[in-house]
């Protein structure tokens, strides 16, 4: 499985930005995709995840701000975030494989994608 991420940058707190991540390969799991983040002398945090049915979760520091979806016949996740603060400026990750609850546990990871939010 291969994950190709798209999109981050600089923004201004109360901006929005766009993540999409798509995957590829032997897409034989079924489980969710999603995204993790990590901010500079942080641990890794939970962001969102979406099943491939469409059910989602969010981490409590996200949730009212960030939209998951995914297109399944495109294989591919968006991570809609609006009105963006200065803690979310991570290193965010996609992920192929984890869990609906955030488990990541023999699941597949894209590249990181720097995302900065200045005051």
């Known amino acids: 499985v291969q994950l190709q991420a798209y999109g981050g940058g600089l923004v201004q707190a109360g901006g929005s930005q766009r993540l999409s991540c798509a995957s590829s390969?032997?897409?034989?799991?079924?489980?969710?995709m999603g995204w993790y983040r990590q901010a500079p002398g942080k641990q890794r945090e939970f962001v969102a995840a979406?099943?491939?049915?469409?059910?989602?979760n969010y981490g409590d520091s996200v949730k009212g701000r960030l939209t998951i979806s995914r297109d399944n016949n495109q294989n591919t996740a968006y991570l809609q975030m609006d009105n963006l603060k200065p803690e979310d400026t991570a290193v965010h990750y996609c992920?192929?494989?984890?869990?609906?609850?955030?488990?990541?546990?023999?699941?597949?990871w894209g590249q990181g994608t720097q995302v900065t939010v200045s005051s």
């Open positions: 992920n192929y494989g984890m869990t609906i609850t955030g488990e990541s546990s023999g699941s597949f």
């Open positions: 390969g032997n897409l034989f799991l079924t489980n969710a």
């Open positions: 979406i099943s491939r049915g469409g059910n989602v």
